[in-house]
């Protein structure tokens, strides 16, 4: 697969490597509103004030899918969209409106696979008090650099 | 409880047409403001063939492509109202693009039955599905966990 936005290459980056966060806008009722006519999860828990109070979360709680959108977001940003090769999670935790998410990463590994230059390492979302939304790890490969 | 009998159970493929405009409105719905998921234009600039599809743009595949999601668990046994994400896992094969056809089968590859703190038990269970294009080429297979209470 070629990866045409790679903004770094495979030797640019280290074992240990921070990936440089990103602390997205408060999540908006308006904003799960559209996300769930956009991936069409119109589960009424992410939508509808009234079932959060029944079913005692608290208010309407978000697509656990968008958080991982969040997360992709920092991955796209640093490797390029078709540069990621896997990318799961495992959801922790429920947001809330106004919650404000800010994903984060590391790299853990430098290897070579299938041909390509790869990087593994592990990604997650917490909000303003630091409580974990999402965890998990991601494979990308990176470009070698020309010499 | 759902029934144990299942796991290895396929069910009927579905297709999805991968348009541009759905991955517009989705990176729009997370906020992430890369052009090359707006604009053909800009994608094409950056080398892409025409707009990518963004890291998490695989969930529609599943929401609007499998209109049988829903009866599909509700015939494992599972309360579709009680359940809960726990997992997501993707694998990227090869690049997908606005115009193909994906044609998935999801079967279910794993699942047990635990016993909560409170005398409930829950379901967890595992279903995988595997995307080929209109080439008949692998392009991506998915993993969805989740926890369905008792």
């Known amino acids: ?147 | 409880m759902f029934d144990t009998s299942k796991i290895g159970q396929s069910f009927a493929p579905f297709t999805y047409e991968v348009q541009r405009n759905k991955i517009n409105e989705l990176t729009a719905a997370i906020g992430d403001k890369n052009p090359v998921y707006h604009s053909r234009e800009a994608a094409q600039a950056e080398g892409f063939t025409d707009v990518p599809i963004s890291p998490t743009t695989p969930t529609m595949f599943s929401f609007w492509g499998n209109r049988q999601r829903g009866a599909s668990m509700a015939d494992l046994g599972i309360n579709v109202a009680r359940i809960l994400h726990g997992e997501e896992e993707y694998e990227y094969l090869a690049p997908i693009y606005p115009g193909d056809t994906l044609t998935g089968t999801t079967t279910l590859i794993d699942g047990k039955t635990r016993q909560g703190s409170g005398g409930h038990s829950m379901d967890i269970l595992t279903m995988e599905t595997r995307y080929v294009n209109q080439h008949n080429q692998a392009v991506l297979n998915t993993r969805t966990t989740v926890v369905v209470r008792e």
């Open chain 1, 1 to 147: 697969m070629a990866t045409p936005t790679a903004t770094r290459s495979y030797e640019d980056v280290n074992v240990g490597d921070a990936l440089p966060t990103l602390t997205k806008d408060p999540v908006t009722h308006l904003q799960l509103v559209r996300y769930a006519g956009a991936s069409g999860d119109f589960n009424p828990l992410h939508t509808d004030p009234k079932i959060g109070e029944m079913i005692g979360t608290g208010g309407i709680i978000a697509h656990g899918m968008l958080i991982m959108g969040f997360v992709g977001e920092l991955l796209s940003d640093y490797v390029g969209p078709q540069a990621i090769r896997k990318f799961g999670v495992r959801f922790k935790g429920m947001t809330h409106l106004g919650d404000v998410i800010t994903c984060s990463g590391t790299i853990t590994e430098k290897y070579e696979a299938d041909g390509e230059a790869r990087i593994a390492g592990t990604v997650q979302a917490a909000d303003q008090n630091g409580d974990i939304k999402v965890t998990g790890t991601f494979v990308a490969t990176l470009p070698r650099r020309h010499v």
